[in-house]
């Protein structure tokens, strides 16, 4: 997951391989409920590994539910049977509508003392239409700030005295989420008192497909429900939750729609498609129309039961008129979409995003002005002009704490303008798909993946700022350095000397290395060499080996496949003038060499290897000399490269600087 303040995205062109999409998190979280209701002990597979199922867990936890974990992806629920363990509780819920609202109808049945809380836009999504559902039925809830939002107190009610025999009547126009959460906890009252409970719902209900996704999981857990229409739902009389023992979570149909988007979005060679596996035809969740709506958009999808493959088809794609009503998630996508498509595309009956994360409407219609398109909105429906190729800008999409908007403008990454794009706190993904960005990288090609090159002489801070970069921008680093004290120590191990007569030996091992790089350490074979590579005479032994032409030939390869997505931060000696001579920010950092001597004295000394400074001052002049006398690659400024003399600046001050320099470099306006 990128915890950054901002990611930049290169500009993208092409996509192709396979992704595995993670668990959905509405079939996820209604799984844990009901595991948690029901009897027995249900292990459940695939599960979305997220914010919202991490707080759901928590909050079971904390009612005396057994959740033990298997795995990454699954776990064991001891359901509670109908009787709680904690019968008080506070719980924090994050922003996870999916954990609030069932929750909520759940413990106002079960009988205990419970407050229900959240981040502060949850305290803005309303809750008031769920309330009164249960208020009706005899539960005893208060508001502990704004009437008709969380936070809540639930206080004990006794099922016993509950008045079910009037149909109870909840609003299904705001969030169909009402509706879900008295389907999956008003069976505790129908068990309970031997009566059938009918629930009536008013107005029309949005979002029917979630209530699908329910009715079907209900089902999976024993529990019929018998639906008249989409206005009554009678839970029958006398009815229990029992597991199934062991259960699936499909993959997320709304991540789904992102790579979708993607194969019909990017150009792929021809016959060359886009996998997505998890989620497919058979799928449960109503988000799998979302390919009707690509399909018809321009995408090429194939599907098996729980797979797709998506390829470009119509270019640009087609403007699309949509009722979005039945897929409000994964319609977000279909906004960005139209900024490619042939004319302006209308989504309606759209007006749940106006209470979800964010108001959707307007943060969507925001930051697509933002990258330069034109947007109408009305209260439920947003229309969306398409872009042409010099009207894009450049833009930090603000994301609202709101991963689908992190992950829907993403896609702007493909504009035929080679912009980049910078999404802004781009961790919110964590609510559904903490990988989303990383599995984005994996299956796509950018023309020009950006890298910064630091260069300079020994114990100038290259690392460290090299290091320190990366970690701000989210990119990769190669201390290019490491490979050739990697392959000074594996040549003294084979009895090699660093000598013109050994050199084909040498660069026979340098090619070959069985490198890893895990977690800032520095593997060989398997084995930890991180801190032997670091000492001075292994410093040595690279500076000698690095003078070898055929030496710096075997590495160049490996050195350059370090370039990967979203970008990169180089350090050694000719990460500008060689490896990278088309970086678009060259640093040669320098220091007065008394006072590199004095850090790398310092730096040893930590570590407990014990040297003097007089000694190392030889050692570093000696390696200066050497390294930027010989005549292959020798450490030298490049000609556009930046000068940094940090003998006078702290380790901030020098990060700071690099870090100025770059956004200079990008075409971004200040956020
Ligand atoms: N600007 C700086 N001011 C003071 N000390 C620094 C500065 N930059 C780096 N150092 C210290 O100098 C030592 C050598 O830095 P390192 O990054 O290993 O250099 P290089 O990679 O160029 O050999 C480290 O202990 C580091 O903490
Ligand atoms: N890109 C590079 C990186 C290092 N080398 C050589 C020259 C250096 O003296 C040695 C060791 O490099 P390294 O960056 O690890 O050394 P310092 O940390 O700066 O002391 O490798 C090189 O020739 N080209």
New binding site residues.
Partial sequence: MFSTPFLDIPALASATGTVQLPGSKSISNRVLLLAALAGGTTTVHDLLDSDDTRVMIDALRALGCGVERLSADSLRIEGLDGTLKQPTADLFLGNAGTAMRPLTAALALLGGDFELSGVPRMHERPIGDLVDALTQLGCRIDYLGNPGFPPLRIHPSDIATLSLDAPIRVRGDVSSQFLTALLLALPLAAGASGKAVVIDVVGELISKPYIEITLNLLARFGIAVQRDGWERFTIHAGCRYRSPGEIHVEADASSASYFIALGALAAGAPGQALRIEGVGAGSIQGDIRFVEAARQMGARVDSGANWLQVSRDAWPLRAIDLDANHIPDAAMTLAVMALFADGPSTLRNIASWRVKETDRIDAMAHELRKLGATVETSPDSICVHPLAPAGWRAAAIHTYDDHRIAMCFSLAAFNPAGLPVRILDPKCVAKTFPDYFETLFSVVEAPHIPVICID???????????VEVAHELGYHYLDS?SLYRVTGMAMRRQGLTPEPAHEAQIAALAEGLPLQFVKGRVLLDGEDVSDLIRTEAAGMDASRVSTLPAVRRALLALQKRFRQLPGLVA?GRDMGTVIFPDAPLKVF?T?SAA??AE??H??LI?KGISTTLDSLRADLEARDARDSSRSVAPLLPAQDARRLD?SA???E??IDQVLNWWQDTQPFKPA
């Avoid at 300079?456 to 090299?466: E, Q, V």
């Fill in positions: 300079g002489p020994t114990a100038s801070g290259k690392g460290t700022l090299a350095g350090d950092l220091a006072q590199r850090r790398r310092k730096q930590s940090n600046l702290s380790i001050q020098s």
